[in-house]
């Protein structure tokens, strides 16, 4: 049978897979390709990809979170210990994943989404993509862990 902890666990791993998956492209193809590119063509890029992101992946963050939240609330009430400190660890590491994007990737974003709409170029597009590439991969790993985390919340007796 399945239990309402199991379910808010998979809405969550839906949610945190999105995540996932953007910051492994991210991690793994975009920044290789990005410094290939000359700092207009790299601040357009980024910054309109940034645009559309920012306004669009929230809702998967908020189902990661508030799923895995939710299934270790029901999962603990239920006297289902195990699953119920896997989601507590997952949400624990996406709050940890959180802070790092609301404290480094943003602000970036928003410098290269401003140059990006209003057809400017920064002249530090190369220097804001550099510090917005030093974070990705523990952005990647931090989701991975939450992923591998609600996995277990929903296997876990």
Not at 75 to 89: K, L, Q, S, V
Not at 123 to 137: E, H, S
Not at 139 to 147: D, E, F, I, M, N
């Amino acid at each position: 049978m399945v239990e309402p902890a199991q379910i808010a666990a998979l809405v969550a791993i839906l949610g945190v897979s999105v995540l996932f998956g953007t910051d492994m492209f991210c991690a793994v193809v975009m920044r290789p390709a990005w410094a290939h590119l000359d700092d207009g063509p790299l601040a357009a890029a980024t910054g309109f990809m940034h645009a559309y992101g920012d306004r669009r992946m929230p809702v998967f963050g908020i189902l990661g979170g508030v799923g895995a939240g939710t299934a270790a609330a029901l999962a603990g009430g239920a006297g289902r210990w195990a699953p119920a400190a896997a989601a507590g660890i997952a949400l624990a590491v996406l709050l940890g994943w959180l802070l790092v994007y609301q404290r480094v990737s943003a602000p970036i974003n928003r410098d290269l989404i401003a140059a990006a709409t209003r057809g400017c170029r920064p002249g530090r597009a190369r220097q804001l993509q550099t510090a917005w590439d030093r974070v990705i991969a523990l952005r990647a790993s931090l989701q991975g862990v939450a992923l591998a985390a609600l996995c277990l919340a929903l296997t876990l007796p």
